[in-house]
């Protein structure tokens, strides 16, 4: 088989990239202007045609999704662990359903706790030993930057404004959701939402190091809440200074 086609448990040693190498960062570099341009786009076309937009673009991201699984199949590859119950296959559905029938809760969803899995995913990315030009190193990429599009380009186009009053909730059905995930993955031996085992490359593995496993599970929370303090910046001035 090529190696363009194989997952990164097949493919040879040595053929993938460095994290922040420099094929690691233009690619980081590409989906940051495509994501821009998204934006940019989207703050300027009219309502119906910004729903469009959106719903073309969740299509893309779940036909991805679905072309990938069928490469899986077709090569004999596909495993448990590719199953879509990580918080990136999740946010493909989230997404596409948030589309095509918003809703404010949806929309915060998508925004705090989609947006920001998906933004780590390519900070640490995980298919690193994979050719940066692999067919699956490409679909991580292109994926995670389009679920990373999505809100933004709600956000830029009036469609959506965070609301720091619904994290409360949000944080509620996340841990929520945590809960099947993990005995899916006591049950399976997988490790969907990190659960089982810290992301070689991500700070999860200084929180294993510090609080060993399952200690290291306490960063999940605080990650995610350092991530809130920045993306509900402008919100959190806004009552500090209604005080």
Request: aromatic share 14%; hydrophobic share 55%.
């Amino acid at each position: 088989m090529s190696p363009f086609w194989m997952t990164s448990e097949n493919i040879p040693q040595g053929m993938g990239f460095a994290l922040y190498g420099r094929e690691h960062l233009l690619w980081l570099g590409a989906i940051a202007a495509c994501v821009a341009a998204l934006c940019v786009v989207s703050g300027r076309v009219s309502a119906e045609r910004r729903r469009r937009l959106c719903i073309a673009l969740t299509s893309v991201t779940l036909a991805y999704q679905i072309i990938g699984d069928i490469v899986l199949i077709a090569t004999g590859q596909y495993a448990l662990n590719y199953l879509p119950l990580d918080l990136c296959g999740l946010a493909i559905f989230a997404e596409f359903a948030c589309a095509l029938r918003p809703s404010p809760l949806l929309k915060e969803l998508v925004y705090c706790l989609f947006m920001p899995g998906a933004l780590a995913a390519l900070a640490f990315s995980d298919w690193v030993v994979l050719p940066p030009w692999n067919f699956f190193a490409v679909r991580s990429f292109v994926i995670h930057g389009l679920l990373t599009a999505y809100p933004l380009m709600l956000l830029a186009g009036g469609e959506f404004r965070p609301d720091i009053k619904k994290l409360p909730k949000c944080f509620g059905i996340g841990l929520l959701m945590c809960v099947p995930i993990y005995i899916i993955d006591k049950a399976l031996d997988q490790n969907f939402f990190f659960l089982n085992w810290p992301s070689p490359g991500s700070p999860l593995v200084m929180f294993e190091e510090l609080l060993g496993n399952p200690g290291y599970q306490i960063g999940l929370p605080l990650m995610l809440w350092a991530v809130w303090l920045v993306i509900y910046l402008p919100q959190i001035i806004g009552l500090f200074r209604k005080r």
